[in-house]
C-alpha cells in the first residue's frame, strides 16, 4: 500500500458526507467486520452510511456489534461520495451496486481496503496490502488518521476480524503486528473469550450433523499429501444446512498428518463447483486457483470449476502434484 495513495483515501473520507460500505458475497467475520468498524467510526464522525452486503448476515456473524445496520438492497437513487469495498480483490465478489457499470456514477470515489493477492484493479484508490493478516488491521490503519479512538464497538469488530482471519493467530500469516494491533482492541474493552465463545461455540446440531457427513466424503491422493472433502447440494439439503455452516471444513482435511494440501469441494449448481483450497505452508494455493480464474491468499484460496466431481477433483490433484514435483526439485 503506498502512503500517498492512502492519505489521498483519508481526505476524501474526511470530506465525504455519504458513503456507501461494501463487504463481500458469503461473507466472513473479516469483511463485516471491517465493515462495522467502518461503519460505526465513520458515524461517530457525523456521516451517513449505508452498510450493505449481498448475501446479508449470516446468523453465526450476528454477534459483531452493529450488524443489524446491514442492508441486502441499496436503494437505486441514493449517491454518495465515496463508496468502500472491503476485504476482497474482485468486483464480482461485492454483488450490488458494484455490478452495475451505468450505477458507477453514484458511488463517488471508490476505495478498495483488501489484503488478497491477485486482485484486479477496479477501484478509483487502491489500498491493497497483501502483506496484512487481515483487512481488519488495515481498517484500523486507516482510522488512525482521524481523530475518533476506537469504542468497545469497534474494538470488537476489528479483533474478531483478525482473530478469524489468522485463525486465532494459529495461521502463518499471524504476525507481529496483527497481535500488537488484537492487543490495541482488548485495550480499547474487548472481551476477547466472548469473542472467543460466539465464533467457536455457537454451535446448531445440524452444524455437527453435515460436519459428520463430510468427513465420511474423505479422500487422500496416493502420495498422501493431497487431500479432499465434498459437499452436495443434496447433503446440505439432508442436514438443512447452510454455506456458512460449512466454514472451516477444509481445514479438518489439512489437519492430517502429512498432507500439503486440502480442498473442499461445494456443488453451487449442476456440474459447478466451489473449490477452497488450503496449504499446510509449503504450496501457494492462492497461484493454483489463480490459475483456474479465483485468488485467495498462499496458504488459503478458491475458485469455481465446472464438471463432474471425479473430474474436478482429478484436475485439482494434477495442479497440485505439479507444485509439490516442483518443490521437491527445488525449482
Ligand atoms: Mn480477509
Same mark, same amino acid.
Given at each position: ?13 474526511? $470530506? ?24 460505526? $467510526? ?140 488484537? $492487543? ?13 465463545? $460466539? ?133
Amino acid at each position: 500500500m503506498l502512503e500517498q495513495d492512502l492519505r489521498k483515501a483519508v481526505d476524501v473520507v474526511r $470530506a465525504a458526507r455519504r458513503v456507501l460500505i461494501l463487504s463481500h458475497l458469503h461473507p466472513d467475520i473479516d469483511t463485516l467486520g471491517s465493515a462495522l468498524a467502518m461503519h460505526h $467510526a465513520l458515524s461517530r464522525m457525523g456521516k451517513e452510511t449505508v452498510v450493505f452486503n449481498d448475501s446479508g448476515v449470516p446468523p453465526t456473524m450476528k454477534f459483531l456489534p452493529g450488524s443489524e445496520v446491514v442492508v441486502t438492497k441499496v436503494n437505486a437513487r441514493s449517491r454518495f461520495d465515496c463508496t468502500l469495498a472491503l476485504d476482497s480483490g474482485n468486483r464480482d465478489r461485492f454483488g450490488g451496486p458494484l455490478m452495475d457499470e451505468k450505477q458507477r456514477e453514484r458511488l463517488g470515489v471508490i476505495i478498495k481496503i483488501d489484503h488478497h493477492k491477485f486482485g484486479e484493479v477496479f477501484a478509483d484508490i487502491d489500498l491493497t496490502d497483501t502483506d496484512s493478516a487481515s483487512t481488519g488491521e488495515l481498517v484500523y490503519r486507516f482510522l488512525k488518521h482521524y481523530p475518533v479512538e476506537p469504542d468497545e464497538i469497534i474494538a470488537t469488530n476489528i479483533y474478531s476480524a483478525i482473530v478469524s482471519d489468522t485463525g486465532f493467530f494459529n495461521y502463518s500469516n499471524t504476525s507481529p503486528g496483527a497481535m500488537r494491533d488484537a $492487543a490495541d482492541m482488548l485495550e480499547h474493552g474487548v472481551k476477547p473469550w466472548m469473542v472467543s465463545r $460466539a465464533i467457536n461455540e455457537n454451535k446448531e446440531v445440524a452444524d455437527l450433523q453435515i460436519l459428520a457427513d463430510v468427513l465420511q466424503t474423505l479422500q487422500i491422493s496416493d502420495c498422501g499429501r493431497f487431500a479432499t472433502l465434498y459437499v452436495t447440494q443434496e447433503m446440505k439439503k439432508l442436514r438443512n444446512a447452510h454455506t456458512y455452516m460449512l466454514e472451516g471444513f477444509v481445514n479438518y482435511a489439512r489437519s492430517i498428518k502429512g498432507v500439503e494440501v486440502s480442498a473442499l469441494l461445494r456443488e453451487e449448481g449442476e456440474g459447478l463447483w466451489k473449490a477452497s483450497l488450503r496449504s499446510a505452508g509449503n504450496v501457494d494455493v492462492a497461484e493454483i486457483c489463480a490459475k483456474l480464474g479465483g485468488g485467495g491468499h498462499a496458504n488459503a484460496a478458491g475458485c469455481h470449476m465446472n464438471g463432474t466431481l471425479p473430474s474436478v477433483r482429478k484436475k485439482l490433484e494434477g495442479l497440485v502434484m505439479k507444485r509439490l514435483a516442483r518443490l521437491d526439485t527445488g525449482k
